[in-house]
């Protein structure tokens, strides 16, 4: 028997001890934005944080494409405002979304987390996978190819 068949015998009965894995870290994929997971153990014994940071990308130049930033700009600046939106001297964009589990935890409650706070953030995810996979910018590259 391998190692993922003995921790799969172990999680259909109840024998893991979550709190000795954590913190967790994993990564997925959600409307076409990368997201970071991190599920960590509060001090007291029974909370949980789920912390989701979306990451969005970078803020390009205005030399590297000057209508791509002005979109992200104007569809942003209102997430942005109200720091939602979060941008470092990289200009590299991300959201993050922290939920709190309370008592004991299991995968089930964690992907259940998970979700209830992708569904929370649903219509500020929407408007940033409609800006960054855009696909009708003119960007500057496109302008060139026009006019070449």
């Keep these: 028997m391998n190692a993922l068949e003995q921790n799969l015998e172990l999680i259909e009965e109840h024998l893991i001890d979550y709190k000795s894995q954590l913190p967790l870290f994993y990564e997925f994929e959600y409307h076409g934005i990368n997201f970071d997971c991190q599920i960590v153990n509060h001090d007291s014994s029974d909370h949980y944080y789920v912390n989701l940071t979306a990451r969005i990308g970078y803020l390009p130049?205005?030399?590297?494409?000057?209508?791509?930033r002005e979109l992200i700009l104007k569809n942003f600046s209102h997430l942005m405002a109200h720091n939602l939106i979060t941008i470092d001297h990289h200009c590299d964009m991300k959201l993050p979304l922290n939920t709190m589990i309370k008592g004991d935890?299991?995968?089930k409650t964690v992907m259940e987390?998970?979700?209830?706070?992708?569904?929370?953030a649903k219509e500020v995810l929407e408007i940033i996978s409609n800006t960054m996979n855009d696909k009708n910018i003119n960007t500057d590259q496109n302008l060139i190819e026009k006019l070449a």
């Design 61 to 68: 130049y205005s030399s590297e494409n000057k209508n791509r």
């Design 105 to 107: 935890t299991n995968a």
């Design 113 to 120: 987390t998970i979700c209830y706070t992708l569904l929370d």
